[in-house]
């Protein structure tokens, strides 16, 4: 099994409800798994998809709700998740998190905390 594709989207903030909304169907239409940190500034998006055009899909849903200071972090890419105790995204499922801590943790539960990181501009390439 080919390993999964993941992007990452930064905006100004994510506190729109109707656009969440559209989202989370935009999540169940192109099958992938997303997480969003809401609520405040930054607006944080990460994608993960099976294949590369439905992460490519989702991302162009994102840009078409234009939000402000829409910046593609790490473009649509094969995964690098590391670690033998990764775990699985439900794919077609839209969850939402609080605060920065909260979805860093949750990157490193996906075996993606390093790359989150260095998309996010926390670390420096290797």
Known sequence: MSPPWTALI??????SRKKIAKLRAAASAHDIYALLRSGGCPGIMYCQGRSESCVRDWVAAVQRLRYKDFQLATKPAESEAAGSDVQAASYGKLEEVESVREFGARMQGLGVWGWWRRGMGY???T
Do not use: V
């Open 10 to 15: 930064r905006t100004h903030h994510i506190t």
């Open 123 to 125: 670390a420096r390439e």
